[in-house]
């Protein structure tokens, strides 16, 4: 785990990573996403982006108002260098789970704005961080690194489904169609017999 702070020493990362951010974020989940095991619910920002395939990312630090990480969530390749640019200040990034072998700290010093702080994650794994001040108004984020982490399905994708597969038994279905179709023919037949007094297969005698 490689770490860098300070205004100087992670400009450069950061202004690459704006072009990368904006391809990632058109980049598919294939229909899941990670399990942050619901660390992140209720979180300000509450947004994710599939970063995977970007060697530097952006991490905004008070976005969303000044009290979110943005994007909340994020899924990256293992090796991706992750820029923290604060764009408010009186904020830190402190790591609260990370792999047991990952090392990676945080940093601790409250910041103003335009200070940057990076982090080349090399370890795979779910990385759970706030902002020490504002940890109880819901400044948290999260980081999947790497393809070996627990996924949820985002319930896209799928294409059309048979019957069966939407809990309707083929046997009622046509049973229902059956009595609408009777329905049906039972207001045509008495429609006629309304309008000409008898029956629409008798002659009318003329």
Known sequence: MR?????TAALGAGA???????????GGGGGKKPDFGGYTEGAKGGTYQDARGS???????????GLAFLPTELWIDTG??????WVSGGHNVLFEETPSDAGVSGHQSIESEGFTFSI?????GIYKYYCEPHKS???LGAIAVGSGVPTVSTGGGGGPKELHELGVAIQ???????TILGII???????????????AHTGTGR
């Open 137 to 139: 108004l819901g400044m």
């Open 55 to 65: 060697s530097e990312v952006t991490v905004e630090v008070g976005g969303g108002g």
């Open 3 to 7: 770490q860098a702070g300070g205004a």
């Open 120 to 124: 080349t994650f090399e370890t795979g």
């Open 80 to 85: 991706t260098t992750v820029t923290f640019e």
């Open 185 to 199: 023919m039972s207001v045509i037949f008495t429609f006629y017999l309304v309008k000409y007094g008898e029956s």
């Open 172 to 178: 009622a279905h046509w049973v229902g169609a059956a």
């Open 16 to 26: 690459t990573a704006a072009s990368g951010t904006a391809t990632a974020q058109e």
